[in-house]
């Protein structure tokens, strides 16, 4: 009984620990954003490391998405004879909720474990002490970039993500199924408000900073040897999973 | 690691498809008739019931959206609820005695203010009030009055049958 109790402090106080680490780290990497900023090049990098190469991924999941909210959507609908809302059922799902989410998961999946693996590989084979030596700053020269990447990227893809399920919605509701395509983008364009847009680029853009940060973290923490290096990347994609998960509920509790 | 230029494209392609989709969410899927030209000006109106209105709910003439319900609030003077309507700069000739109706869109759908045009000279002004209002129709009064109409036509007769059916 006392085992298990002295147990769940110590996994409470690791917890509480990562925690403050983790934020130490968020503030450090704040402190450093101005400076990376100006480099553009190190910046521009990990742009297309974390975007242009998850936009394939982003792009084919993000149609199929779509196409399924189309199917979907039409089904329920058409049970009440509203099948002309489908175009507004699909675009408020999509920005409010799907487009974020989703985008988020894949983020963390593609962007977050290449971040992560590539940094615990880094540390595992002494390439970070090695900058250290020569006086260049790791978190300067290989975290910041890699993080201000990832928070750059993540509006843009769930902006992409969205633009593209919509493309799929119509592409299954209207094409496929006949809905009628004057009623499907006027009741949309009647009731999806600028402030939707907003919150789905919001939500996108707390998601990145989330993700990235925890990706550049346990990257950065990983334990030296290979095995390390796996649970990093494990770790990346969990914790990215239920933090975002998480972080949506509270988003839109507040913005509702 | 890739050559630089192939890095410069590949991202510059990137980023503009994402401020693209960006543009394409913003300017083609919201209703943007009156943010881009803030020219709209506001009128109040004081219902007895509102019934249902919420705040952004369409302003309509002839059916054709005029406007927004921007505000709804409750007047303790003289208690009624006074819903602050604005109106797209565009339609600036309304007459000042037009009424505003609160009616309900289709069986089911949100609740809208409906203005019907009179005949003065005078257009409204910002911050004029609407002279003639009728209240939302709300349906339980309406099946009440119905209900206690049927059973005073009929009375000393105990119906068994619902006053529907007696038509």
Not at chain 1, 88 to 104: I, N, R, Y
Not at chain 2, 40 to 68: C, D, E, H, Q, W
Not at chain 2, 96 to 101: I, T
Request: hydrophobic fraction near 50%; charge should be negative.
């Amino acid at each position: 009984m006392k085992d298990v109790f002295f147990e769940l402090v110590d996994s409470l106080r690791a917890f509480l620990e990562t925690v403050g680490q983790m934020t130490r780290f968020f503030g450090q990497l704040l402190l450093l954003t101005p400076r990376t900023l100006l480099r553009g090049g190190l910046l521009l990098e990990q742009i297309d490391n974390t975007g242009a190469r998850s936009l394939v991924i982003i792009m084919t999941c993000g149609l199929f998405v779509g196409m399924v909210l189309g199917l979907q959507g039409y089904d329920l609908l058409q049970r009440f004879g509203s099948e002309e809302s489908l175009g507004m059922a699909a675009a408020l799902g999509l920005l409010k909720e799907l487009g974020p989410v989703v985008t988020a998961l894949l983020f963390a999946g593609r962007a977050g474990t290449a971040l992560a693996s590539e940094l615990g590989l880094m540390r595992a084979t002494d390439q970070l002490a090695a900058m250290d030596i020569m006086a260049v700053d790791p978190m300067r020269r290989v975290v910041v970039p890699r993080f201000l990447g990832g928070v750059i990227t993540m509006p843009l893809l769930t902006g992409i993500f969205i633009a593209i399920g919509l493309f799929g919605v119509q592409l299954v509701g209207v094409e496929f199924l006949g809905v009628d395509k004057g009623s499907f983008w006027s009741q949309m364009r009647g009731t999806v408000e600028l402030g939707d847009v907003w919150e789905g680029l919001i939500k996108g853009s707390v998601f990145g900073v989330a993700c990235s940060l925890i990706a550049v973290y346990e990257g950065y923490n990983a334990i030296p040897t290979a095995e390390g290096v796996g649970r990093a990347t494990t770790r990346t994609v969990v914790i990215s999973a239920v933090v975002t998960l998480i972080l949506d509920y509270i988003l839109t509790a507040f913005m509702l | 690691m890739r050559p630089s230029r192939t890095i410069d494209i590949s991202t510059g392609l990137f980023v503009l498809l994402g401020f693209a989709a960006i543009l394409f969410l913003v300017t083609q899927i919201t209703n943007r008739e009156f943010s881009l030209h803030d020219q709209s000006y506001r009128i109040k109106a004081s219902f007895g019931n509102i019934g249902g209105l919420k705040a952004g709910a369409p302003v309509s003439m002839a059916g054709v959206t005029i406007g927004r319900v921007e505000d709804i609030s409750y007047d303790m003077q003289s208690f009624k609820a006074v819903a602050v309507l604005r109106i797209d700069g565009r339609y600036n000739q309304i007459p000042n005695d037009s009424d505003a109706s609160i009616f309900t869109a289709g069986l089911l759908g949100g609740q809208y203010v409906e203005l019907s045009p009179g005949g003065s000279e005078q257009p409204f002004k910002n911050g004029d009030t609407v002279e003639f209002v009728q209240d939302a129709v709300v349906l339980e009064n309406l099946i009440s009055k119905y209900l206690f109409s049927a059973a005073s036509q009929k009375s000393g007769t105990t119906s068994e049958a619902p006053p529907a059916a007696k038509e």
